[in-house]
């Protein structure tokens, strides 16, 4: 379906960002032009109607019933997608169990080579798969185009070059199997969490039956297509989308071998109760309240941009996100000032536009839980800076925002608020910056800026997060193990340590 023109440009320069339509943008802002928009143009075919995907073939689901997933920056209906319930569910895991049989017998190298094949029809494809990510999910098109994309095709390149390697991987072991994967995975990077999950499942010898997000499977299904074109046999990869029941069918069902789960830390405690009584195998990837920390002693223009960079990225929906600063107080005024002109400069409006650097937040639900959490934060004692966007009049938005004076018992310090807000703290010494760090329940990541290498050793061995970037943030590579400390979950995906939980070791 070609796409519409662009509907709106994000105006920027001394003036706070404004989001105008595009007729109007002959107008010049503050007197000079100030920026053009640059619409992505290349062609996708978006169908009006997405099936199952359950052993090799696109199948209806058995209730006969779709639900309509949204492009969240105009409200609009994108396509309509299947409703999978415990009946396909349970087909989709008989196609798994039929194929593993085949699949994990394979020799490693022949494995290899579909996943290869997959990683450069995604690289292929890339342009387009952008485009429907971000018509579906929000997310700005520079993102989904040089981040997500490239790394979907990363991981999938990676683990080709783990399926004849295994031995290498764990020498001295036989690495098997584990048997039929059931994976569920969350709407803020979907081609990418798919990746994530996939490859590493199929480079060991298992087979996957993948549920994704329900505002975001439009892209799942795009996959499912370079599957097909792959010639990745039947069963191999089953994708059933659907509703929270859906998921909730695939980790109740009494033949999958193994789960695997990014989502929020609720939901990943109803698994872990579901399958503790079971011999299922469990991994999960849930939420995050990463530190972001700045010493005196940092580079501040740098630390500003990574601070920007690591609260700002992809609207904030990101489980690593760094949405708690801590400040050295000698520094906190210049940090501030520079941030709250920054936050000026940053583009919110149409994600299609090659220039926006905020995006629509992926839900209407998302976007009150945004809304509630901030309202929360001012009513507990915080001050919002925010920036004076006009926004689109549909869809739905958020304006960066930064809250300050915040307490670490505070709700905007404790919780998740997966959106563009940045709360902002203080710290006096080292030692009061970590325990503030690690007082929260989660433990994902956290980030250091300083000068001193002798301080990020020291910070890196105190701070209780699975990944500590420094002088760096978001920074992603499918070589490095992710994953959480206490409340965010546990196994590690990516690296070495990311095949070990698709793989039993025998001697
Ligand atoms: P969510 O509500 O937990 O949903 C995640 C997935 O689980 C979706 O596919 C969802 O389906 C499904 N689901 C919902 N209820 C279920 C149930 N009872 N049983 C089985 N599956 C169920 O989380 P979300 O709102 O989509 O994602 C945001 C959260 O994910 C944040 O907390 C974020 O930190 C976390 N996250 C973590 C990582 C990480 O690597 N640690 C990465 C990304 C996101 P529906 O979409 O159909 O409801
Ligand atoms: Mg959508």
């Not at 002693?297 to 489980?319: K, L, R, S, T, Y």
């Not at 760094?322 to 920054?342: H, N």
């Not at 998740?416 to 929260?440: C, D, H, K, W, Y």
Request: glycine share 10%; with cysteine.
């Amino acid at each position: 379906m070609p796409r519409k023109a662009s509907r709106s440009i994000a105006v920027v320069d001394e003036h706070p960002v404004a989001v105008v339509p595009v007729s109007e943008r002959r107008l010049s802002f503050g007197g000079k032009w100030a920026y053009a928009p640059a619409p992505e143009s290349v062609p996708v075919k978006i169908a009006p109607r997405y099936e199952l995907f359950v052993g090799g073939k696109m199948v209806a689901p058995k209730s006969g019933k779709y639900f309509p997933s949204l492009n969240p920056a105009n409200e609009k209906q994108l396509a309509e997608v299947a409703l999978g319930n415990a009946a396909d569910v349970a087909a989709a895991v008989s196609a798994a169990r039929k194929a593993f049989a085949k699949w994990s017998k394979l020799p490693g190298r022949e494995r290899g080579k579909y996943l290869y094949r997959i990683a450069r029809i995604v690289q292929e494809k890339a342009r387009e798969l952008a485009i429907v990510e971000t018509m579906d999910g929000g997310k700005p098109i520079k993102e989904s185009r040089d981040f997500d994309l490239p790394q979907v095709a990363a991981h999938f390149f990676y683990h080709a070059g783990w399926a004849d390697k295994l031995d290498y991987a764990f020498p001295g072991r036989k690495a098997a199997p584990v048997g039929v994967c059931g994976q569920i995975i969350p709407w803020n990077f979907p081609l990418l969490m798919a990746a994530w999950k996939l490859a590493p499942a199929l480079a060991c010898g298992n087979t996957v039956v993948l549920k994704p997000a329900e505002t975001t499977s439009v892209s799942a299904m795009h996959l499912a297509e370079i599957l097909r074109e792959a010639e990745l046999p039947d069963g191999v990869v089953n994708i059933v989308t659907g509703a929270g029941e859906t998921g909730r069918a695939l980790v109740e069902h009494a033949d999958v071998d193994k789960l695997a789960f990014t989502g929020s830390t609720d939901v990943g405690k109803l698994l872990a109760k579901s399958v503790a009584a079971t011999k299922k195998r469990l991994t999960l990837e849930l939420g995050g309240k990463a530190a972001h920390l700045i010493f005196e002693d940092a580079p501040i223009d740098q630390a500003v941009e990574g601070i920007i960079n690591g609260i700002f990225f992809n609207q904030g929906h990101v489980c690593c996100a760094g949405s708690r600063l801590l400040v050295q107080e000698g520094v906190f005024a210049k940090v501030l000032r520079k941030l709250s002109d920054r936050i000026k400069t940053l583009r919110v409006g149409d994600p299609m536009d090659k220039n926006t650097d905020i995006g629509a937040i992926n839900s209407k639900p998302q976007l009150e839980k945004i809304r509630e959490l901030v309202q929360a934060g001012v009513a507990e004692g915080g001050e919002l800076i925010q920036t004076r966007c006009a926004l689109p009049a549909k869809g739905y938005w958020f304006p960066p925002s930064l809250i300050t004076g915040v307490t670490a018992s505070h709700r905007v310090a404790q919780e998740e608020i997966f959106g563009p807000v940045l709360s902002v703290m203080t710290f006096r010494t080292p030692e009061e910056a970590i325990e503030r760090a690690n007082n929260t329940p989660y433990g994902l990541s956290a980030g250091v800026w300083t000068d001193k290498g002798s301080k990020i050793f020291k910070m890196v061995s105190k701070l209780r997060a699975g990944v500590v970037w420094a002088n760096t943030y978001n920074k992603f590579d499918p070589t490095s193990p992710f994953g959480g400390y206490k409340e965010s979950g546990f196994g590690r995906e990516g690296g070495v340590h990311g095949l070990l939980p698709y793989v039993r070791l025998e001697s």
